[in-house]
């Protein structure tokens, strides 16, 4: 996620604003910038790649002034390149706009600014609101007070988005003005100088007096001074907050580890996934994704390469996309693939997925399946990552930077991805029948709340966490798309708690592993798939009658599994196609309270590294 920093003061702005910037580095990003108010112009540096970057371009040709913005930011539109880094200015360059976070509806406004004359110098949804404020304020009289306040919320009315953005002029030097619309937007308080921060790590060395900009709210800070208003400009008076916090709590938003901030920032990751893809009813858009009809209609094969986690993923992929767009899918861990003789058969189109889109065996499957023909899509999280810039298609899971080791939002946001891309196929081919899509994609506009839903009974998974923190063995067991969170499941608990747990596909105990099972053995069984339900109910007998604790994963209406199992985690219901979104969620917080209670280290688990670079 990009980073937001500014002030305003009697100090010299630039030294504050890199601080800012690097405390709050570890959101990652991948370019950075900043601006400052110098003598009456604005005065812009930026740089493609770390901090350090930008700091040597900034002491070849420093500058000085009392007030700046800065930003590092997390690519979502266009490359990571200095042209693309934030700040972003308008036609005059006495305007800079800074921005976290999509603005959904920048295309057209792009072309229809474009068409009334105005110049764009990157590929970013941001440079859209730079130029709506210039358009903006040519309409206002020069010697209205208001008149920045005005430009900027006239440029946010016509804007659509889940974002923060924060403005500065040189023809209003002693303000400078920002809204937040969803994303977060702190203003930090000082006797007679004021910041702004996405994120309170960026203010504790100035101040702990902070006050959290509201969804919908503009704050206009002069030195030492803010206030507050909504969009139609009436006041909204809020008090600050003193934050007691240190500086290491403040990183993770005041949660103990990044994975469960990660954790708890999926119903908004998933709300992103989906922003502007799923506007109508009867189609699918997915930007970046841009498959010849030809090729759609006369697909052969889908072959999915991925690995832990993402492999995981495109196992749901598969079964979505032959269930509603009638293709066979191969799944293929990526590191396997490499070293078989994989058959290619006519029209083949390989998708790759990876959160960092940096991993070894799925880069190299990905290429062996373009050498051998295919087509590739890449599903990622990350823009500019070689997988994005070799692939054919990339479709972006937009999750944000995820920065513990175990892998959550990424999941998530991979299985709504896939499950709009089976859609958008099963469209395209014919097979899936416009009322059965209108249904899907009503489902998952309902995902993000439901998953809100489902992550408030962490309680209750805490205490089943305490029951089995001892356990030695785990087992996760379920049918079909049950089966493919299973593994998901056992993966997370096994990664971080470092207890042995395998999945298994329900119908297949009893081919063996029952024997492991006894009274000391928790078995997860996942039960949401209806077609499947009575035959995952007599799998759990018989864990049951060999003594062992079954948890279900179920839904709320379910009325009948508390008959079967001994303990039930509840979601609410859904599609079940798109059940394992909000199945995982229990199973993620079991395996992290585990991990807590034995005190080990959750973001970085021994043994194991966030991107696997090596074959
Ligand atoms: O970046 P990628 O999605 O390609 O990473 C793949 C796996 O290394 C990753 O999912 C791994 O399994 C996670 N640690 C699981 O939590």
């Not at 709210?217 to 008076?237: H, S």
């Not at 934050?243 to 994975?259: L, N, Q, R, S, V």
Request: aromatic share 4%.
């Amino acid at each position: 996620m990009c980073g937001i920093m500014g002030y305003i003061g009697p100090r010299q702005a630039l030294p504050i604003l890199l601080d800012g910037l690097r405390r709050l580095e570890y959101r990652g990003y991948d370019s950075a910038g900043v601006a400052v108010l110098a003598d009456g112009r604005i005065e812009t540096r930026k740089a493609a790649g770390k901090l350090a970057v930008l700091e040597s371009a900034i002491a070849d040709r420093p500058i000085a002034g009392r007030a700046g913005i800065g930003h590092t930011r997390w690519a979502t539109h266009g490359h990571p390149t200095e042209a693309n880094a934030h700040p972003h200015g308008d036609c005059t360059g006495r305007c800079v706009v800074i921005h976290n976070g999509i603005i959904e509806n920048y295309l057209p406004l792009r072309e229809r600014l474009q068409a009334a004359g105005h110049r764009f110098r990157s590929d970013t949804d941001t440079e859209v609101v730079a130029h709506l404020i210039e358009e903006a304020l040519e309409a206002i009289p020069s010697g209205r007070p208001d008149r920045m306040e005005a430009a900027v919320r006239e440029a946010v009315r016509q804007t659509r988005g889940a974002y923060a953005i924060v403005v500065m002029s040189a023809d209003d030097p002693e303000r400078i003005v920002a809204v937040r619309m969803i994303s977060p937007l702190i203003v930090g308080l000082g006797p007679d100088e004021t910041l702004l921060a996405s994120d309170i790590p960026a203010l504790l060395p100035y101040t702990r007096d902070v006050l959290v900009i509201g969804d919908g709210e503009m704050a206009v800070i002069e030195a030492g001074r803010v206030t507050l208003a909504d969009l139609d400009g009436r006041p909204v008076a809020r008090r600050p907050e003193h934050i007691t916090w240190d500086a290491a709590m403040a990183e993770k938003g005041g949660y103990p580890h990044f994975m469960l901030k990660e954790i708890y920032e999926q119903p908004r990751a998933l709300h992103e996934t989906m922003m502007g893809r799923l506007d109508r009813d009867d189609e699918v858009t997915l930007d970046g994704v841009a498959l010849p009809e030809d090729l759609v209609r006369r697909l052969d094969k889908v072959w999915v390469v991925a690995c832990g986690t993402a492999f995981h993923a495109g196992l749901v992929g598969r079964w979505l996309i032959e269930h509603l767009a009638r293709v066979p899918v191969e799944p293929d861990l990526a590191s396997e693939l490499r070293y078989r003789d994989p058959l290619i058969v006519g029209r083949t189109l390989a998708v790759a997925i990876s959160q960092s889109g940096e991993t070894a065996d799925t880069l190299a499957a990905a290429r062996e399946a373009r050498r051998r023909g295919s087509r590739v899509l890449a599903v990622t999280n990350v823009v500019g990552s070689t997988l994005a810039r070799e692939a054919d298609d990339v479709l972006f899971i937009r999750a944000g930077p995820e920065i513990a080791v175990a892998s959550t939002k990424a999941y998530t946001t991979m299985l709504v991805a896939l499950q709009m891309l089976a859609i958008h196929l099963g469209l395209r081919r014919g097979t899936l029948a416009s009322a059965r899509a209108a249904a899907l994609i009503g489902a998952l506009r309902h995902l993000p709340l439901q998953a809100q839903q489902a992550l408030e009974r962490s309680a209750e998974v805490e205490v089943l966490a305490r029951r089995w923190v001892g356990a030695e063995h785990a087992f996760f067991i379920g049918r079909g798309l049950d089966y493919a969170v299973a593994m998901e499941g056992s993966l997370k608990l096994k990664e971080i708690s470092y207890l042995h747990s395998e999945a298994l596909a329900a119908g297949e105990l009893k081919h063996g592993t029952l024997a492991l099972v006894t009274p000391q053995t928790p078995v997860f069984a996942l039960a949401t798939q209806r077609t499947v339900y009575e035959k995952t109910i007599s799998n759990i007998q018989e864990v049951r009658a060999r003594g062992a604790e079954v948890i279900a994963v179920a839904y709320d209406d379910d009325a009948e599994i508390a008959k079967y199992a001994q303990t039930v985690l509840r979601i609410p219901p859904t599609d079940d196609l798109l059940a394992p979104v909000l199945a995982i969620l229990p199973l993620q917080l079991f395996a992290y309270h585990v991990a807590a209670l034995r005190g080990h280290d959750i973001d970085q688990p021994r043994n194991l590294a966030k991107s696997v670079t090596v074959e």
